[in-house]
């Protein structure tokens, strides 16, 4: 059975626009988020968010590209094309044993149709863009992805809300593993800094109502009160190991174990006693075979009050003092259906760097957490394997595990 290593990977988050970047400002613990500015937060609890930022679309696009393309599949191409460019497999790759799984949380395109129901209001349906649709589903990324790259084999987009792209390298992992691909661009795209967006999640009590963005987003911190929208694009090429190695790919890590399950339990809440997380891990280490070492796990940390404490103590039962635990969202807030990708990205850099990032902002642990979380600065430790965990409303949950690869 074939294994499947990562040889391409690319990123546009608040933190960086590229992956020298990001692994620059994530060891660093430098966050991305500042003040709204967009729209008036007068009458809305929510005053900051994590955007991209020093980003020219006009660099990446053409204006009719530009026109058709809703701010998820931008952040989402210009990540797929950085991966790409990376691995380099595109000369040599029959198409169609190459897939493309993006994905988004499910919002899609929702800067479009906010857009568009305004120019409806107030100039009439014939107004209406007749690329609305394709801007606004959530499935369109796949699709624009799968052409620029040529790729005609599965062309899929996985809609697990916070969970969604982790939930596609997963699944690339099985294609590969299983046969039904040679290669897969996973991620996932995501632009809902909206004030209608962050008016719903304020209403379920899900977005920090903090003004101070050094002390916004603070997973596991005892004065935690909620998570911080960010957006990006986030994409890795999956790639058999025996076609990477017979082409001379530069291998950056094995994905190696994969666990999904449902808590089967509340729309928003996580399962109170943690089980389907526990079990999520449980199925993916076993993939991946046992380590009796140090892990980095990249936490869900969303800096909400029960899924910290609920994953948290999951941590715990499952790996006991041998995690090292940050959330890479105190710097690049919540990337929503692209957050998975990024992160397993952050849990690659890590195991290359040796160092485990730091939860930026993060002071004092809630004291029922019996986890170390890594605060403060990045913490140097001997690390083989990385665990991104990915939980998502309707109770999505998945373990991604990250091994170094061998030779």
Request: proline residues 4%; hydrophobic residues 40%.
């Amino acid at each position: 059975m074939e294994k499947a290593v990562i040889t391409g990977m690319g990123v546009v988050s608040p933190i960086g626009n590229d992956l020298a970047e990001l692994e620059s400002n994530l060891f660093a613990g430098r966050h991305g988020i500042v003040p709204i500015d967009h729209f008036d937060t007068s009458d809305v609890a929510v005053r900051v968010h994590a955007p991209v930022t020093d980003l020219d679309p006009a660099a990446h696009f053409t204006g009719p590209q530009l026109r058709r393309l809703d701010g998820y599949s931008r952040f989402g191409l210009i990540a797929a094309r950085q991966a790409v460019r990376d691995s380099g497999l595109l000369d040599s790759i029959d198409p169609y044993r190459l897939g493309v799984f993006m994905s988004n949380s499910g919002l899609g395109g929702v800067g479009t149709v906010l857009g568009e129901s305004e120019t409806m209001r107030e100039q009439g349906p014939r107004r209406v863009s007749p690329a609305l649709i394709p801007k606004w589903t959530a499935n369109i990324l796949a699709g624009l992805v799968a052409i620029e790259a040529g790729a005609r084999g599965p062309a899929v987009s996985h809609t697990a809300a916070c969970a969604a792209s982790s939930v596609s390298v997963g699944e690339g992992l099985r294609a590969i593993r299983h046969g039904y691909a040679d290669a897969v661009i996973c991620g996932g795209g995501e632009a809902s800094s909206h004030k209608l967006v962050m008016a719903g999640f304020q209403n379920l009590r899900a977005l920090t109502a903090s003004e101070d963005p050094d002390r916004a987003s603070i997973p596991f911190d005892r004065e935690r009160a909620g998570f911080v929208i960010g957006e990006g694009g986030a994409a890795l090429v999956l790639e058999s190991e025996s076609r990477a190695r017979s082409r001379g790919a530069t291998i950056y890590a094995e994905v190696s174990g994969y666990g999904t399950t449902s808590d089967a339990s509340h729309i928003t809440a996580p399962a109170e006693d943690g089980e389907p997380i526990d079990r999520a891990i449980a199925d993916a280490l076993a993939e991946a075979g046992e380590k009796d070492e140090t892990v980095y796990v990249n936490a869900h940390g969303t800096g909400t009050v029960k899924n910290d404490q609920v994953e948290a103590a999951s941590i715990g039962r499952m790996f006991g003092d041998r995690a090292l635990v940050s959330s890479t969202k105190s710097m690049t807030g919540h990337m929503l259906g692209a957050a998975g990708a990024a992160e397993a990205i952050a849990a690659v850099l890590s195991i290359r760097r040796g160092a485990a990032p730091p939860t930026a902002g993060t002071a004092e642990i809630d004291e029922d957490m019996k986890i170390d979380v890594v605060r403060g600065r990045a913490r140097t430790a001997e690390l083989s394997r990385a665990v991104s965990l990915s939980l998502g409303f309707g109770g999505h949950n998945v373990c991604l595990v990250v091994d170094r690869a061998e030779g």
